[in-house]
């Protein structure tokens, strides 16, 4: 059972039942929550979750959308840019197939890219060429002061703890960092007229439904000030919008589908209203810290430059092909193919003495 968590108060009223999780609201802050959530699935993650032919969880072709979303990100980056003043160095968080990364990369970014999803961040890298790792659910084992900007769309309502998330995020950022999130408004216009039908409700996946006010209160207690806030708009191919549609009424949906297939008109984009909200917000910093000066680019050890130890935050070191240890304690990490996997660990120790691992 967890508290609120935006104002951790222990007041709430359920709101109903879903798919065998409570969904309640705070009584405080507004903020709907899931205060019981079933054991964290990181396989959910996995391939499945982005092309799964039922489209029950995730979604049916993530892959297949990648014109459509690449509007989406080339708005959201464009809007960074012109409160950053150009590019940098950034880390996408929850990163899926890459697509968010690979739109950044392309308008000059430095781009370093996260999943919980071992499978998303194999996929992202080597699809575009970007640099990645794996991270642990909640948890962004980087290197202090790094990064110019962090984004992470679409990621804060799947964390029981999103406070510590967002204060991992804030050491995460360098000087005054830029962070970009999106995440559904359980304020919005949507939200209010479709109640426990709202598409965003899937408490076994999104644990946390803010609204706009307690958004706000979140990113202030973890030491941002709010640049932007303003309702976010998607676009997607017609297939796109039916296949969202389907789990309402799935004949009508695969019949509309056909017909549009049939007479041309599923690849026509539209752009709409999703029910969410963007923020971009700044990190604040004491009047008296000294600004460090690190180097803006990932350097000669790419990916080894910005990640730390999932355990105790040490440098890390690659030694042999397939593995990276940890300089300060027991924790040896996996590398394939240029990513690190820094959500399992081997105990070095106990490996020598018990053999290897796996
Ligand atoms: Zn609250
Ligand atoms: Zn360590």
């Known amino acids: 059972m967890i508290d609120c968590p935006v104002c951790e108060s222990q007041k709430f009223e359920s709101l109903f039942a879903l798919k065998g999780s409570d969904v309640v609201r705070c009584s405080d802050c507004d903020t709907v929550y899931v205060p019981s ?7 959910l993650y996995q391939s499945q979750y982005f092309s799964s032919k039922e489209g029950g969880q995730g979604y049916i072709d993530y892959a297949g959308e990648f014109q459509a979303h690449a509007k989406v990100f080339h708005r959201r980056f464009e809007k960074i840019e012109a409160l950053k003043g150009g590019t940098g160095l950034v880390l996408e968080v929850g990163c899926a197939l890459g697509h968010a990364g690979a739109v950044a990369q392309k308008r000059g970014w430095d781009v370093v890219v996260t999943d919980i999803s071992e499978f998303a961040v ?27 900007v962090i ?115 599923a690849d026509k984009e539209v752009s709409f209203l999703s029910g969410e909200v963007e923020v971009i917000a700044r990190k604040l910093l004491p009047a008296t810290t000294p600004t460090e000066a690190r180097p803006t680019r990932c350097g000669s ?3 080894l430059d910005v990640v730390v130890c999932a355990n105790c935050e040490g440098p890390l070191k690659q030694v042999s092909e397939a593995e990276i240890d940890c300089q300060s304690c027991d924790s040896t990490f996996e590398f394939d193919e240029g990513v690190v996997n820094l959500s399992r660990y081997a105990k070095r120790s106990l490996r020598k003495a018990v053999g290897r691992l796996s």
């Open 37 to 43: 959530p079933l054991p964290e699935v990181t396989n």
């Open 122 to 148: 194999q996929k992202a890298t080597t699809d575009f060429n970007l640099k990645g790792f794996v991270s642990p659910t909640g948890k962004v084992p980087v290197r202090a002061n790094t990064f110019d």
């Open 151 to 265: 984004t992470a769309f679409d990621v804060i309502e799947h964390l029981s703890h999103p406070k510590e998330f967002l204060r991992s995020l804030h050491g995460a950022l360098r000087g005054h960092g830029l962070l970009h999130i999106s995440t559904p408004d359980v304020g919005s216009l949507s939200a209010r007229i479709m109640g426990r039908h709202w598409y965003h409700l899937k408490p076994d996946e999104h644990l946390v439904y803010f609204n706009r006010s307690s958004l706000k209160t979140l990113l202030e207690n973890c030491g941002f000030e709010i640049l932007k806030m303003e309702s976010s708009r998607k676009t997607l191919t017609l297939r796109g919008v039916l296949q969202r549609l389907r789990r309402y009424a799935k004949a009508a949906v695969d019949v509309s589908l056909k017909i549009f297939e049939v007479v041309g008109l």
């Open 301 to 303: 050890e790419g990916i």
